[in-house]
């Protein structure tokens, strides 16, 4: 029997979750993609092209792992992992040989075998409901090393509803500012519809 009562985010299906795997599983199963941008965006290929050395790289939340390939060709050493089985079985596909370490594993969760010198963020922080956000700056604090960096792209907006869930730049600076100094910060050039004209690319330093 209804009680009529609205129903909390805690009673929705799984898929209808975005902290669950199963949300993202159904959108790959389906083909329902709007976020893959189908290939390397050009500000982090820039970046990749001018680091005078390659760096020790962690994708969370990679999708179909587009710059884990990238990387790979570069010859940099990637750990790319996604908590989407479907999301995984995409990226082996796209992956081919590459010499990628790719896992199914949930990133709050994880353990790393290696310290990562980069942690390469893009359609990740924006994919987890804010309740997440705290826990999200906290991990790619103590994922990196002083003077490691994070590199990607960020969904600065006002748009609540999600995701792609919009962070207004004070509540990015809030999350990384206490661990990390901005180094870089550039309207993105070239977004994919879904985050045209609100995706900005930035670089933050651990300190
Ligand atoms: C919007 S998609 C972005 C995929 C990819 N970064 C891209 O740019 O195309 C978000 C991805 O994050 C993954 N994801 C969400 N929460 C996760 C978590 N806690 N651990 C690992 N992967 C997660 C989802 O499965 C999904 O593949």
């Keep these: 029997m209804s009680t009529g009562a609205p129903r909390s985010a805690a009673d929705k299906p799984d898929h209808q979750r975005p902290e669950h795997p199963d949300f993202w599983c159904k959108r790959f199963a389906e083909g329902t993609t709007p976020w ?18 390659p760096l020790a790289t962690l994708i969370p939340g990679c999708g179909s792992a587009w710059e884990a390939a ?62 997440l956000w705290d826990d999200w700056g906290r991990r790619v604090a103590d994922l990196l090393p002083p003077g490691g960096l994070l590199a990607g792209y960020f969904f600065v907006c006002d748009q609540v509803k999600g995701p792609p869930f ?27 519809a879904a985050f045209a004209g609100r995706e900005r690319w930035q670089v933050w330093q651990r300190r």
């Design 166 to 192: 919009g962070i207004l730049a004070d509540q990015l600076d809030a999350l990384l500012a206490p661990a990390f100094k901005r180094i870089e910060d550039a309207a993105a050039k070239d977004s994919i």
């Design 70 to 131: 990238h990387l790979a060709r570069l010859g940099w050493q990637v750990t790319a992992l996604d908590f989407s089985a479907e999301a995984v079985a995409r990226a082996r596909t796209l992956l081919g040989d590459a010499a990628v370490d790719l896992a199914c594993a949930d990133f709050f969760t994880w353990q790393p075998i290696r310290t990562p010198e980069l942690l390469y963020e893009r359609a990740f922080l924006c994919a987890l409901p804010r309740k």
């Design 36 to 53: 893959d941008a189908g290939g390397v965006p050009p500000e982090f290929a820039a970046f990749a092209a001018r680091q005078p050395a």
